[in-house]
């Protein structure tokens, strides 16, 4: 790899469960595949709660929406193991 990370970015809220869960699955990955990180709350931002509001957690990596509601894990981790 050239040393670039990935980025992914989480949008979700709290006291959401699937978020919560997102949230594990992206840690679990981290242990073994570093990534550069941002979460961000989507109650926080009016355009971003009507664009994601009833469909969180979304995940992009690198600019790209890749998940809502669940993440694939062996998904993430292929996309991870891409170069950029």
């Not at 992914?8 to 919560?20: A, V």
């Not at 994601?52 to 998904?75: A, C, H, K, L, S």
Request: charged share 35%.
């Amino acid at each position: 790899m050239t040393g670039k990370l990935h980025t992914i970015t989480l949008y979700g809220k709290k006291e959401c469960c699937l978020c919560d869960e997102a949230m594990e699955v992206l840690e679990r990955v981290a242990e073994s595949q570093p990534f550069e990180f941002e979460k961000k709350d989507i109650t926080e931002d009016p355009e971003m709660l009507e664009r994601f509001g009833t469909v969180i957690p979304v995940v992009f990596v690198d600019g790209e929406q890749v998940f809502r509601y669940r993440i694939n894990e062996n998904r993430l981790r292929a996309l991870l193991s891409k170069e950029m």
